[in-house]
Nanobody, 121 residues
Framework: QVQLVESGGGLVQPGGSLRLSCAAS????????MGWYRQAPGKERELVAD???????SYTDSVKGRFTISRDNAKNTVYLQMNSLKPEDTAVYYC???????????????WGQGTQVTVSS
């Protein structure tokens, strides 16, 4: 199993910034893609951003230009820098990693516990 430890959530005023981090430890599969999902009240969980092992990022349209995803492969850690935050960014943010088992090459994934981000004045 893979342990994912998230940090960086909290309460911030509109226009403020937060940086989320997610560190993977004791991985039993090779991690290829790391990303962030979020789930707002009354909404379905959605992909916010992800990044490949080669450093290619993808973003949902609503956060383009405001959020930046990055990763440190040596530390198996992914970050989400969130700037110009809006009330509609309020959600629980979940770290997600995807890869394949070392022995069988079967795809697998792990989820973090979620961290609350609240944007409010």
């Amino acid at each position: 199993q893979v342990q994912l430890v998230e940090s960086g959530g909290g309460l911030v005023q509109p226009g403020g910034s937060l940086r989320l981090s997610c560190a993977a430890s004791r991985s039993i599969f090779s991690i290829n893609v790391m990303g962030w999902y979020r789930q707002a009240p009354g909404k379905e969980r959605e992909l916010v951003a992800d990044i490949t092992s080669g450093g290619i990022p993808s973003y949902t349209d609503s956060v383009k230009g405001r959020f930046t995803i990055s990763r440190d492969n040596a530390k198996n850690t992914v970050y989400l820098q969130m700037n110009s935050l809006k009330p509609e960014d309020t959600a629980v943010y979940y770290c997600n990693v995807r890869g394949t088992y070392y022995l069988t090459k079967v795809p697998s994934e792990s989820w973090g516990q979620g961290t609350q981000v609240t944007v409010s004045s």
